[in-house]
Nanobody, 126 residues
């Protein structure tokens, strides 16, 4: 089991920046694909970005070039640095899925059902 806790959300003006963090605890010694999902009001949860066990990063077309995902294995922390537009408003969820240590499998994981562990979410308002 892995527990995920997000922080860093809040109000920000369009064109501004925000950095979300997610701290993992529990069985963090395994190999995981870590990611972020966004849920706008009245819409389904959508994949935003992910980082594989080998450090490979992937982004949705809507955030590529504006968001940066990173992780610190020493502190079990996942981060999302964002340069924001109004359409980025909503709740952001940190998520994790077990994957092979060799990497590569994370690229296939884009649906909410592909991920096993979720944080409680943090609100971003632009």
């Amino acid at each position: 089991q892995v527990q995920l806790v997000e922080s860093g959300g809040g109000p920000v003006q369009a064109g501004g920046s925000l950095r979300l963090s997610c701290t993992a605890s529990g069985d963090t010694g395994g190999s995981y694909c870590m990611g972020w999902f966004h849920q706008a009001p009245g819409k389904e949860r959508e994949w935003v970005a992910s980082i594989d066990s080998d450090g490979t990063t992937r982004y949705s077309a809507s955030v590529k070039g504006r968001f940066t995902i990173s992780k610190d294995n020493a502190t079990n922390t996942l981060a999302l640095q964002m340069s924001l537009k109004p359409e980025d408003s909503g709740v952001y969820y940190c998520t994790a899925a077990p994957v092979p240590r060799s990497g590569g499998y994370c690229g296939f994981l884009k649906a909410p059902g592909d991920f096993s562990y979720w944080g409680q979410g943090t609100q971003v308002t632009v």
